[in-house]
């Protein structure tokens, strides 16, 4: 690969993202590559690399630096905590002989790294399969695409795909008026969840989805939204994104609906070929990886096709949404898969991601021996709190034993799956856990599932007790297990059901009499806090 020069990157991906702080040897620097700097990682970089230096602000940045200028890497970025240490940096910068780029604070490193290899991908295939689209841009680059939008509409412009996230947008000047959607869907990689229920809320999806022309979106600037014009990109009824064009210091031209006609088709065009050139290996992976977490495929077949070293250990991270909050469960997936998947590449190059009905496991192959429990477990929990944050959707995740090598990842993913079992039975469990955090709730989990599974080994007289409740809509079984729970202490089982305390003596004392049970009898009494915890799930 011939690589962007550095210039035209920094074209692209313009002010709202990066600043050049020093270019030692010029802009015309290839950038052919993109590689994530872990600040648990030794400094290293390749030769022609733009190196993301993720969580070495500052000073801390100078390693990184050194090694990007001994290994001829084209350009390092990093976050600076304030103006004075940018010239520290640009000092070492410009001694090593390599580019130094500021990234604002408030972007996100996943979405900078999308970015920029979606530009790099461009670069490598500037033309497209089939060479440059009618009267437009080459068909490969969409940042290409969106400037040539925002030429013929007069306005600023963003394509996203199907779950709002910003593929690619145009440059702006210093002169154009930007509103708070395009500012934050720029900076964050996706649409804010408060402006994106807005356009839900005023039926700007569901026309997308049942138009063929653009569509407008007055100004709100209550809310500070500009006027904006938006297109779906279609192939046939598959739906591939939205075009989106804000009107900036001046009114859209005239002609600019017709324009989004045809910037969708090209934009169609180029996705779809990008889908088919990498539908066959993704399929591919996700057959072999699946087959390895199931436990019906060997890792060797994996491992080859990926590269991967059988005997490094690995580990399986398992999600799973706690609610969807009424949203559309397939749509809610996919939002949650293209979280993880962005937090996890972030984290960790090799992370390999396969949806399994309702959950979503990550293979984390190749790991670093010694690596810290806690690590893995700031790196789930990150990955939980964004979904909660941007997406507004609950999730859980279990964090599997990390094994030795591939051929033991099935135990790993058996291991996860069990936590999260137990922790969607309900009680007082963490979001995140590994089974050391959960171990009682684990096989209290188990142990219900084989009683659930096994009629016979349960108490018929216990059975007698549910099924009566049902027929006379009372609540002894409920308060037999609240009495159960609260090791015999009836003021506080009665608080924990809002009853006076004679009362829940009663129901006790009724549920007694029913059933002929004694539960001053501790055989009888742990049966009965096992069994009657069925009917609570």
């Known amino acids: 690969m011939t690589g962007l020069p550095l210039r035209q990157l920094l074209m692209s991906l313009g002010e709202p993202l990066v600043e050049l702080q020093a270019a030692p040897a010029g802009l015309d620097v290839p950038v052919r590559h993109v590689s994530i700097l872990d600040p648990e990682d030794p400094p290293t970089a390749a030769p022609g690399e733009l190196v993301l230096a993720i969580g070495a602000r500052g000073r801390a940045a100078l ?8 290994a001829r890497a084209a350009a390092v970025a990093v976050k600076l905590d304030g103006p004075g240490q940018a010239d520290a940096l640009r000092e070492a910068a410009t001694e090593a002989g390599v580019a130094l780029l500021s990234v604002r604070r408030e972007t996100r490193w996943e979405h900078l790294d999308s970015l920029a290899r979606t530009l790099l991908s461009g670069a490598e295939d500037p033309g497209g399969a089939d060479g440059p689209g009618p009267g437009g841009p080459a068909t490969g680059d969409l940042f290409s695409l969106a400037q040539t939008v925002a030429v013929l509409t007069g306005g600023i412009v963003s394509i996203e795909d199907t779950s709002s996230r910003v593929l690619a947008y145009s440059r702006t000047s210093e002169t154009d008026e930007v509103d708070d959607l395009r500012r934050l869907s720029i900076l964050g990689r996706q649409g804010p969840e408060p402006y994106l229920a807005k356009l839900r809320e005023w039926g700007v999806f569901s026309h997308l989805r049942g138009s063929e022309g653009a569509i407008e979106i007055a100004a709100h600037p ?8 938006a297109i779906a990109i279609r192939s046939g009824a598959q739906p591939l994104g939205t075009i989106w064009v804000q009107e900036g210091s001046r009114p859209l031209t005239d002609t ?18 990008r889908r088919r050139e990498l539908s066959a290996d993704t399929r591919l992976t996700q057959t072999l990886l699946t087959g390895l977490l199931e436990g019906s495929t060997g890792p060797q077949s994996l491992a080859t096709h990926l590269g991967l070293d059988l005997r490094r250990p690995a580990t399986v991270l398992a999600y799973a949404p706690a609610a969807t909050d009424g949203r559309d469960a397939e749509l809610s997936r996919d939002e949650v898969t293209g979280l993880i998947s962005v937090h ?9 991601l396969a949806p399994v009905d309702s959950r979503v496991y990550v293979l984390l192959p190749e790991l670093p021996p010694g690596l810290p429990a806690a690590t893995l477990r700031d790196w789930t929990q ?20 990390t094994v030795p090598g591939l051929a033991d990842v099935p135990a790993s993913r058996a291991q996860a799956d069990r936590i999260l079992d137990a922790m969607g039975r309900g009680g007082v469990v963490p979001d995140v856990a590994a089974l050391q955090d959960v171990q009682a709730e684990v096989l209290v989990s188990e142990v219900l599932a084989l009683l659930q599974d096994r009629p016979e080994l349960r108490d018929p007289r216990l059975t007698a007790l549910t099924a009566y409740d049902a027929r006379h809509h009372t609540r002894l079984a409920e308060s037999v297990l609240a009495y159960l729970d609260a090791l015999g202490e009836v003021r506080t089982a009665a608080d924990a059901l809002h009853i006076h305390p004679n009362t829940l003596r009663y129901r006790v004392r009724r ?21 009657l915890r069925l009917s609570e799930h």
């Open 63 to 70: 390693p990184a630096l050194r090694a990007a200028g001994r």
């Open 511 to 531: 549920a007694e009499q029913l059933t002929g049970l004694d539960l001053a009898q501790p055989q009888q009494r742990l049966l009965a806090m096992l069994q």
């Open 344 to 352: 996890t590449a972030a984290r960790h190059r090799g992370a390999l």
């Open 382 to 401: 990150e990955t939980v709190d964004a979904a909660r944050d941007h997406l507004s959707i609950p999730l859980r995740a279990a964090i599997g034993p």
């Open 222 to 229: 209550e809310l500070g939204i500009r006027r904006r014009l």
């Open 256 to 273: 600019a609906e017709q324009a989004l006609v045809g910037a969708a088709r090209v934009a169609a065009g180029q996705l779809v070929r």
